[in-house]
């Protein structure tokens, strides 16, 4: 019962904050593209990752063989998750043109954002089990150093509190 109203609160979440960003974005004149309509940059495949390493590498003081194990966490998820991300996009550009045809079909837009949203909650599901993998790699003072990094959130978005200190970590 629990997992079904986290499912559908993230869901509901997912699918208004696709919707608001599209209308502000229309709504302040700008030429709205699909990028702007999600509020992400596309991206090149196989960068994203990279940067983030090379940052992480640099804050936490990482050691060759944890960046190489980071590596390895990070390409086999880019790898298990491409198909996701292609279905991703497919359903954002979608969105995008149900939510600015020039007929608007209201059942059709709310069915491409739930179909999003499930998207969605797959892919903050991957990004906790990437972060519980590399947090398994982690020594205790970097785990430390890198929740202190972790942003907080920024204004009018909630995110999810830390763990309770006490919570054990995995073993790798």
Not at 8 to 33: D, N, Q, R, Y
Not at 91 to 117: G, H, P, W, Y
Request: glycine fraction near 6%; include cysteine; charged fraction near 30%.
């Amino acid at each position: 019962m629990k997992r079904m109203i986290v499912v559908g609160t993230v869901m509901a979440a997912a699918v208004t904050g696709s919707f608001f960003s599209t209308v502000a974005i229309a709504a302040s004149g700008e030429k709205l593209t699909p990028e702007k309509s999600c509020g992400c940059p596309k991206g090149e495949p196989g960068k994203s990752g990279d940067g983030f390493l090379q940052k992480m590498a640099k804050d936490l003081n990482l050691t060759g063989a944890q960046q190489e194990q980071v590596k390895a966490i990070i390409t086999a998820d880019r790898e298990k998750n491409s198909p996701l991300m292609e279905k991703m996009e497919e359903k954002r550009e979608q969105l995008f043109e149900a939510a600015t045809a020039e007929k608007f079909d209201e059942a059709a837009v709310r069915t491409l954002a739930v179909q999003k949203a499930e998207l969605e909650v797959e892919m903050a599901v991957s990004r906790a089990k990437i972060r519980n993998s590399i947090n398994a790699i982690l020594t205790p003072e970097q785990r430390a150093k890198a929740e202190k990094m972790r942003p907080q959130g920024a204004p009018g978005r909630r995110m999810m509190p830390p763990p309770p200190e006490d919570m054990p970590r995995p073993e790798m």
